[in-house]
């Protein structure tokens, strides 16, 4: 398994930037597709984006096509999420994740098996 750490949420104004890192700890970091997924209150866990195990695949939720960017740098066992023109309906708790030995990125909880704590967003209007 790999474990994860995100950081980087806070408070923004509507229409502002945020950018999410996710530290990874494992030898195989690099072999594993990553996602990133939000909670707001009162509602199930969504997915966000994700990349596959090289990175070279996206997949974006329609929410945030066009704002969000999820990248990977393997070398430093991180993931990124820039989040931009953000809105109030984008505050959550977002989390990453890792799962999916070699594989391409996905949209669905079920292929993550690694999750960090989780980090809150807050956007006003």
């Known amino acids: 398994q790999v474990q994860l750490v995100e950081s980087g949420g806070g408070l923004v104004q509507a229409g502002g930037s945020l950018r999410l890192s996710c530290a990874a700890s494992?030898?195989?970091?690099?072999?594993?597709?990553l996602g990133w997924f939000r909670q707001a209150p009162g509602k199930e866990r969504e997915f966000v984006a994700a990349?596959?195990?090289?990175?070279?695949?996206?997949l974006y939720a329609d929410p945030v096509k066009g704002r969000f960017t999820i990248s990977r740098d393997d070398a430093k066992n991180m993931v990124f999420l820039q989040m931009t023109s953000l809105k109030p309906e984008d505050t959550a708790i977002y989390y990453c994740?890792?799962?999916?030995?070699?594989?391409?990125?996905?949209?669905?909880?079920?292929?993550?098996?690694?999750w960090g704590q989780g980090t809150q967003v807050t956007v006003s209007s």
């Open positions: 994740a890792a799962g999916g030995l070699f594989a391409g990125p996905s949209n669905s909880s079920s292929q993550y098996d690694s």
């Open positions: 494992g030898r195989t970091f690099e072999r594993y597709a």
């Open positions: 990349c596959s195990w090289y990175g070279a695949i996206t």
